[in-house]
């Protein structure tokens, strides 16, 4: 897990650089299909952290809380994640 964190706190630092980029861009008075795909590249950087995330979700905490018989909570989490991913 500790890599998986080191690995997603550099994406998201990645990412936040990004967005001080889109800040310059609009502030520079950048075209606006420039800034679109920028925009559209930072989304799509955050929703690989956010499936990151899940897979690792899933894949730990969820399986442990199944394996302790907490099937009702961990079935509960996954279908909010779901449902929140989904909008």
Known sequence: MK????KLVRR???IEGQVRGLQ???EGGAYCIDVITQTSAVKQAL???????MESHL???AANQMQK???????SEI???YRLKRK
Request: contains cysteine; hydrophobic residues 40%; proline residues 0%.
């Open 12 to 14: 998201l630092k990645i």
């Open 3 to 6: 890599s998986t964190k080191q």
């Open 79 to 81: 279908l909010k994640v």
């Open 24 to 26: 310059e861009m609009l």
């Open 59 to 61: 894949s730990t905490c």
């Open 47 to 53: 929703s690989g952290v956010e499936d990151a995330l």
């Open 69 to 75: 018989g907490k099937v009702t909570e961990a079935v």
